[in-house]
């Protein structure tokens, strides 16, 4: 008889072989969703390889229910690489899959029809009525004057303007917009003229377009701002004159709309975008697209990395070295990572470019595994601005804010500059004290402080989500003096709109930006210089650009010297710099302070006074004196548990499991850096190896010990391949 073999979203490290039952075996083709019984219920699951003949099973097999694909869904290439992400990180193909495909596709929809997406354009009626448009007319305008800068799809278009779907409605009704094909690769055309290219840009596209064809991995480094998007968009412009499609991966949400707007703008383009923000059914949509060749650029975050791709020709990561790319949930993947494997699977170039490059590009580029090419300066500016430490323990403190750092404010605020304030903790004050006994407001379910949210009158816990009506008195003494103490955006926010009255001040959160296009509203008013001074958190510290911003306050930078985690000060040093990096105005340097209690911090100096490629290179030599990656490789198994002690105990069971002499070297196991979170007792075991493949070898047979321990059935464990960071 026949069986074939599927994947199926469960986790567990295995596939499952099935009957054919009246299913013509030529039906069950590798990357075809099928209905198959699972338990009492019935699961969606893809076929792996085509049904194989067998003798008489030793155990009777089901039968497929139904076959829901008369074409594979996942093409070859697709499946392979996600065999290729469930082997590395030692996950269950079938959940591998599920994270490849968008939801209505992996709960069994079928495949939605689509077409190419079509381009909105303004029409010559359509500019002779803009001005004359009454003023009460603002979401009409809005969209009118968008698309006369060139045409866009509507859905870019939403993104940029969340709220103009009535409007676009009545501008398609009175014929001042409309309906124009994108182009496709072939009849590729350059709508807006790039501009000339600095003798920077020109020599690192050259160096790229010099490359043979094939695989070929090359770091653009360059301050936000030196063009790298540029030399993206002139790539692109080859790739699809070549009839290729184009992937473009962001580390956030709120840098694709602009992205795919550009991408649209150039070539009239068909883009098409894949991330969160999207509903499920554009997600579904869009993914077909892609499948289907329908479009050219696909321009999405993290999971965007699976998208099928009809004519692959580009791989293009921005922003690489950010720690978004890593998913920190059920696959552990790292779509940096995987997108340089998948490109070299297809055998075609991928461009990682940021201003700061994560430690392992860095350390891959001097090893000659990419190619680095620079650009060093800013297409707009020249000089970089003038970086100064700021010593806290000589200041006297106004809500977390030297001295110094309000002068900064005020005289580049005078000088017409505007002023960015960074604090990576949101909410009014970490921890809310009792002036009267010590009590500090606890979260009952973490080993963590409540976060006083002042204008909601709650406190929230950031790890579990837990949330109270903030007390008026201490439930311990009952004494009434409640103090904030310590500093998050919100207080910073409330006493600068004390200092700095009648300026403009907004707050870059996530509190703040919860609705869809709130970041890219604001984004606007900041480039049209309408906000004087922002307050936020790392969403600050991303790709945009702005061209106003003369004054930065790292206020916080100590968070990162005493961080526990490994990465701590590589991350503050990107921060750093990538907050310096949008400082400065045409022709006038700008001014960076850091507010810290050790100023005298050796990585810090060196920060400082020498630069970022400095600043790694000490990092990497002490990465290299405690084998930490990349001179060592690796994995951390966590496990949880209800019961306080069960977690440890499993880890230590765990322990004992592994095979001698692996090359690979067990410490801990250890409670986590935060030991309960959300009720849950956390502990995790470290794994080093000294090569990549004496882990990989170890994790393959050990976690099959591991799975057979009673308790492993009992408690949430999970294996992390690369973990990001060691909490
Ligand atoms: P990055 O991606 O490094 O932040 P961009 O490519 O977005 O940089 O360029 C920053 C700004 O400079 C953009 O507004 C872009 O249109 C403009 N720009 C880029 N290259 C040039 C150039 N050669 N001449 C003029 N303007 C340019
Ligand atoms: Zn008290
Ligand atoms: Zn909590």
Partial sequence: MKLVSVAISVPLRRTFDYALGEIEPGRL?????VRVPFGRREQIGVVLEPPREVGEPEFECRPVTAVLDETPLLDAELLALCRWAADYYHHPLGEV??????????????APSTAAPTLLSLTAAGSVALPDLPARSAALRAVLEKLGEGALSRATLLEAQPKAAAAIRRALERGWIGHVAAAGGAELRILETPPPLTAEQTAALEALRAAPPGYAATLLEGV???????????LTADALAAGKQVLVLAPEIGLTPQLAERFERRFGARVASYHSGLSDNERARNWMRARRGEVDVLVGTRSAVFLPLARPGLLIIDEEHDVSYKQQEGLRYAARDLALIRAQRLRIPAVLGSATPALESRHNAAAGRYRHLRLQQRVFTAAGPRIGVIDMRAQPLQHGLSTPVLEGVERHLAGGGQALLFLNRRGYAPALLCHDCGW?????????????????????????????PMPLACPDCGGTELVPVGQGTERVEDSLRLRFPGRRIERFDSDRLGRAGELERLLADVRRGAIDILVGTQVL???HDFAGLSFAGVLDVDQALYGSDFRALERM?????????????????????????QPEHPLLRILVQEGYPAFCEALLRERREFGLPPFGYLALLRAEARQEGE??????????????NSGVEALGPAPAGMARRAGYHRAQLLLRGASRSALHRLLERWLAAIETLPAAKRLRWSVDVDPADLF
């Fill in 29 to 33: 083709l590798p990357g075809v969703r």
């Fill in 97 to 110: 899959l599920a994270t490849a495909l968008p939801g209505p596709l992996r709960h069994g929809k079928a």
């Fill in 224 to 234: 936000t701002g030196s063009g790298k998007t540029e030399i993206y968009l002139q």
């Fill in 541 to 543: 510290a991303k790709g």
């Fill in 440 to 468: 500090v407001a606890p979260c009952p379910n973490c080993d963590a402080r409540m976060t006083l949210h002042r204008a909601r009158r709650r406190l929230i816990c950031h790890h579990c989500g837990h949330s109270v």
């Fill in 573 to 597: 040093g990107q921060l750093v710099t990538q907050v310096a990096g949008r400082v400065g105005r045409k022709g006038q340097p700008g001014e960076v302070l850091l507010q810290t209690h």
């Fill in 647 to 660: 977690a440890l105990a499993f880890l230590r069971q765990a322990r004992e499991l592994m095979p001698e």
